[in-house]
C-alpha cells in the first residue's frame, strides 16, 4: 500500500503536526449569572458546579477567569419577581442592579469583554421575550422595550448587545438607537438561529425566566428547519449585526456549518445549559470521562464552524489547556 494515513497519526508530535482544528481560550465566552444581593452564591441545582453570584463575588470570578485566559464573559441578571411587570419597564431602568453591575466590572476590568442579553423575559411579569396581549406577543410594540434596554446597558459599558428575544427587526432597530445616542462602537451579537429547545430548562431555572404560560414556539425557531436560519442570517447581517450565533450548538452543528459557509461575519454557538448538565450529570455518576468528552465536546463545535463558543465549560476548559 502506498497510501497509509495511519503514518500521519503514529505519534503525538506528528498528530499534533497535522492538526486541523485547535480550541484556544481565545474561542471562549463565560457565561455569568448576576443576583442583586451583593454577597449571595446560590447554586444552579440543574447545572452542577454554576453558581449564581452577587458582586463580591463576581469580580474574583471574572479575575481568576481573566488570569487563565478567559477575556469575555456574558452576564445575565437573576430579577426578583417584585421587579417584573408586563413592560419589563425595570430592564431599563435608572435603578436597574444589572447596569450598575456592568458599569462596576468594567471600572474594576476595562480589558474584559462585557457582553449584555436583551430580551424581556428576565424582566416581564409573563415570562416572554416580547410584549404580551390577549395571549399573543407582539412584535412591533416590543422592538421600543428592547430599544431602551439595549441603550441603557451600551450606556453602562457593555461591550457588546445581545439580543435573544428573536423579534422580527429587532437588530436594525437596535442599531439605530445605538448610533442615534453615539454608541457605534457597541457591537451587536445576534441570536440569529435561536430554537424552541428542550435544552433551555436548566438556564431558565438559573433565571426564574420560564413563560407563565405557553411556549416560545411562535417566535424562536422550529428545530426541523435548517435553510429558515440563512433567511435569519441575511436579514440580521443587513440589519447591521456584527456576530451572528446559533443556538444550542451541539445539536445544531450542521446549522453552524451552514452560517459559516455562507456568511463573512463571525459565527458564535452557544453551548447551552442543558448540554452542559447532561455532560455533568453523567460524569457525575462515572459513566463518562469529564474532561474528555467536555473538550470533545467543544472542539466539535469549533470544527462546525464556530468562530466563538459560548460555554459553561469555558473555566474547566481554559484550565485544561492552560496545563496542556
Known amino acids: 500500500m502506498n497510501i497509509r494515513p495511519r503514518r500521519n497519526r503514529k505519534s503525538a508530535g506528528v498528530r499534533d503536526l497535522v492538526r486541523e482544528t485547535t480550541l484556544t481560550t481565545n474561542d471562549l465566552l463565560l457565561p455569568l449569572f448576576l443576583l442583586e444581593d451583593r454577597k449571595a452564591c446560590v447554586p444552579v441545582a440543574s447545572m452542577p458546579g454554576i453558581d449564581r453570584l452577587g458582586m463580591d463575588l463576581l469580580l474574583p470570578e471574572i479575575e481568576s477567569c481573566l488570569k487563565l485566559g478567559i477575556k469575555a464573559f456574558d452576564v445575565f441578571p437573576v430579577v426578583p419577581e417584585s421587579y417584573k411587570d408586563k413592560m419589563a419597564t425595570y ?31 428576565p424582566y416581564s411579569s409573563d415570562g416572554h421575550d416580547g410584549i404580551v396581549e390577549n395571549g399573543r406577543i407582539l412584535n412591533d410594540e416590543t422592538l421600543e422595550v428592547l430599544g ?63 413563560p407563565k404560560f405557553g411556549d416560545k414556539k ?52 452557544y453551548n447551552v445549559s442543558g448540554e452542559y448538565a447532561m455532560i455533568k450529570a453523567a460524569a457525575m455518576q462515572g459513566w463518562l470521562d469529564y474532561d474528555r468528552v467536555m473538550m470533545e465536546s467543544l472542539l466539535s463545535i469549533k470544527r462546525a464552524g464556530a468562530d466563538i463558543i459560548l460555554t459553561y465549560f469555558a473555566k474547566d476548559a481554559a484550565q485544561i489547556l492552560k496545563n496542556a
Open 91 to 121: 430592564s431599563y431602568a435608572d435603578e436597574n442592579f444589572y447596569n450598575k453591575a456592568l458599569a462596576e466590572i468594567k471600572h474594576h476590568f476595562p480589558e474584559a469583554v462585557i457582553m449584555t442579553d436583551v430580551a424581556m423575559d
Open 148 to 210: 431602551k434596554m439595549a441603550l441603557s446597558q451600551a450606556q453602562a459599558g457593555a461591550d457588546i448587545i445581545g439580543p435573544s428575544d428573536m423579534m422580527d427587526g429587532r437588530v436594525g432597530y437596535i442599531r439605530t438607537v445605538l448610533d442615534d445616542h453615539g454608541f457605534t462602537d457597541v457591537s451587536i451579537m445576534s441570536y440569529t438561529a435561536k430554537y424552541a429547545s428542550g435544552f433551555y430548562g436548566p438556564f431558565r431555572d438559573a433565571l426564574d425566566s420560564a
Open 218 to 269: 411562535t417566535y424562536q425557531m422550529d428545530p426541523a428547519n435548517r435553510l429558515e436560519a440563512l433567511r435569519e442570517a441575511m436579514l440580521d447581517t443587513e440589519e447591521g449585526a456584527d456576530f451572528l450565533m446559533v443556538k444550542p450548538a451541539l445539536a445544531y452543528l450542521d446549522v453552524i456549518r451552514l452560517l459559516k459557509d455562507n456568511s463573512d461575519l463571525p459565527i458564535a454557538a
